[in-house]
Structure formats: structure tokens, C-alpha cells
Nanobody
Framework: QVQLVESGGGLVQAGGSLRLSCAAS????????MGWFRQGPGKEREFVAA????????FYADSVKGRFTISRDNAKNTVYLQMNSLKPEDTAVYYC???????????????????WGQGTQVTVSS
């Protein structure tokens, strides 16, 4: 079955960095667009970043643009989220998700994604 397993979360001070990884199995990874979403305490799940199948196109939420970088290694079936200059408001559970029909019109919509990981906690202290 399809599995998406996130790792790399933790506790970091404001201004610090973390690199999240999401390892995929049970699917043809290179056929899927991949996204990162997050859900903070008392908040709805929100889009963070996405990357198309080949990795040639990436998209970011305005709140993370310039600080976060999404990338993928199709040979390793893994997508990454490099997070720099972290802020307390970045505190959330971060989820990766896979979409076999990602388009510019659908990348922001969590309902468009077919598979989800279990999430990894990121906590940024002030």
C-alpha cells in the first residue's frame, strides 16, 4: 500500500533551520506531484509548498516564500522541505501529500491530494 513517512521535525529556536523529509513507497513517485501542508494549534490545515513531478516547477505560500525550499529526489522517492529563518508562527504539524494530477489550479487544495503522511511536529521557540 502507499505510504508517505515524514521525518526531520523537532524543536528549534527562532531563526534556526530544519529539513523535513518525506519518503514515499507503494507508488510510482515520479508520477506524482508532491506538496507540504501544515496545521498549527487551533488552525486549519494550510498549503506550504508544492513541486511538480519532474521538480522543474515549485510553488510556495506567501508566508514561507524566500525562507522555505521544496525539492525532490525521484531516485530516492523522497521530497524535502528545507526551512530556514524559522519563526514561532511556523509551529505546526507538517504533512506531505501526493497528487497524481497536480495542476496550478489544484495545488492549494488539500482535497486534490490522493495520499497523506502522518505528519511531523515542528516547534519554533521564541
Amino acid at each position: 500500500q502507499v505510504q508517505l513517512v515524514e521525518s526531520g521535525g523537532g524543536l528549534v529556536q527562532a531563526g534556526g533551520s530544519l529539513r523535513l523529509s518525506c519518503a514515499a513507497s507503494g507508488l510510482t513517485f515520479s508520477s506524482y506531484g508532491m506538496g507540504w501542508f501544515r496545521q498549527g494549534p487551533g488552525k486549519e490545515r494550510e498549503f506550504v509548498a508544492a513541486i511538480r513531478r519532474s521538480g522543474a516547477l515549485t510553488f510556495y505560500a506567501d508566508s514561507v516564500k524566500g525562507r522555505f525550499t521544496i525539492s525532490r529526489d525521484n531516485a530516492k522517492n523522497t521530497v524535502y522541505l528545507q526551512m530556514n529563518s524559522l519563526k514561532p508562527e511556523d509551529t505546526a504539524v507538517y504533512y506531505c501529500a501526493a497528487d497524481d494530477s497536480m495542476t496550478i489550479a489544484t495545488i492549494l487544495n488539500a482535497l486534490s491530494y490522493d495520499y497523506w503522511g502522518q505528519g511531523t511536529q515542528v516547534t519554533v521557540s521564541s
